[in-house]
């Protein structure tokens, strides 16, 4: 429901209860399986109308349409066999006719907020982990390259970095959406080559400090290649710092995507994200709809917040130090 316009609805309050009449579409669309239904969505299968009122009279129904601002519209009337199939009033009322409450309100094109509160958490998480998969095969490859083999290959990989790192990861983000082109996969494609600096400088420097360490010159002196010592000896033992950034780098990815939705980069409508929902309504602040602008921003906060206690949580964990101090 979180793309189903219905302008009579536009910016009903919280809480708000409605009468929906549901007529079947002719022809009825095509039903699809349980997992695509949870990716693509479902084609609507009834046309929804906002009614005020209704009452069944010689196999027709009688309605009158909600026009927003409990108005009622003109009333207007349907034959049961032919827009519903049966001519059996109770059926008809209990199949067809739905009372719905719209907890969080609606936006200014009657769309469920809720609903798209909802769906918009599936745009920030998926944004999220593909940014944090790609900065981190990029960032701990490269990390991993300069520290280990030094010389020119990390005077190049340093300098790259420090130019990267220098740039506003907002700006750059942006200028690198504008080469691949607006849309969802270009979004995350452009956060996680925004974000694999600060995992390569990470990573660099905790390869600089463990590959002079003895088990790795036991392991060069077996024979070991560079590539078995650094992906089977060194990574595994620099595991924690990398999923602490990891999970910090999560989220900054959904505020940089947040931030790109807002500035109209993002996912492109009608798909719903919290930033472009914030986009759509923040000039309803100022006046009595500030809610359609302030809850999509505090989900982002709420995510956000969650995944920097997960990035405590795991430098905790990780802290050997402490733990040894703790002890």
């Known amino acids: 429901m979180a793309n189903a316009m219905n302008l009579p609805l536009s910016i009903e309050k919280p809480g708000k209860s409605i009468t929906i009449l549901k007529i079947p579409k002719n022809p009825k669309p095509q039903s699809v399986n349980f997992f695509e239904k949870m990716i693509f969505g479902q084609e609507a299968q009834f046309d929804k109308i906002p009614v005020m009122s209704y009452q ?8 009158k349409e909600y026009m927003g601002g409990d108005e009622a519209g003109e009333r207007k009337e349907l034959l049961l066999q032919n827009t519903f199939e049966t001519n059996n009033a109770t059926t008809v009322k209990d199949n067809f006719i739905v009372q719905k409450t719209y907890w969080l309100g609606t936006d200014i094109y009657g769309r ?14 998926i ?16 990390g ?4 280990y083999y030094g010389g020119k290959t990390d005077a190049f990989i340093s300098w790259l970095m420090n ?14 959406s504008f080469a691949l082109g607006k849309g969802f996969w270009q979004v995350f494609i452009a956060v996680g080559l925004s974000m694999w600096v600060e995992v390569a400088r990470l990573v660099r420097g905790q390869v600089l400090e463990m590959k002079n360490a ?38 900054s990815a959904i505020l940089l995507e947040a931030g790109l939705s807002f500035l109209g980069f993002g996912a492109q409508p009608p798909m719903p994200t919290w930033g472009g929902m914030i986009k759509e ?23 956000v917040y969650s995944f920097n206690l997960i990035t405590i949580g795991l430098r905790d964990l990780f802290d050997v130090k402490s733990q040894n101090t703790n002890v």
Request: aromatic share 10%.
């Open 56 to 63: 069944f009279t010689n196999s027709k129904l009688y309605y």
């Open 112 to 125: 469920d907020l809720l609903s798209r509160i909802i769906i918009g958490s599936r745009v920030s998480l």
């Open 127 to 142: 944004v999220g982990f593909m940014a944090v998969i790609i900065s981190l095969l990029l960032g701990v490859s490269l």
């Open 144 to 147: 991993a390259a300069a520290g």
């Open 163 to 176: 130019v990267l790192w220098s740039l506003p990861a907002l700006l750059l983000v942006i200028a690198i």
């Open 214 to 251: 003895q088990f790795i010159e036991a392991a060069k002196s077996l024979g070991f290649s560079n590539g078995r010592i650094i992906y089977g000896h060194i990574l595994p033992n620099i595991l924690g710092p990398i999923l602490v950034v990891a999970s910090s780098n999560f989220a």
């Open 281 to 303: 309504h923040y000039g309803y602040i100022i006046i009595d709809a500030a809610y359609l602008a302030l809850i999509p921003g505090l989900m982002i906060m709420l995510m």
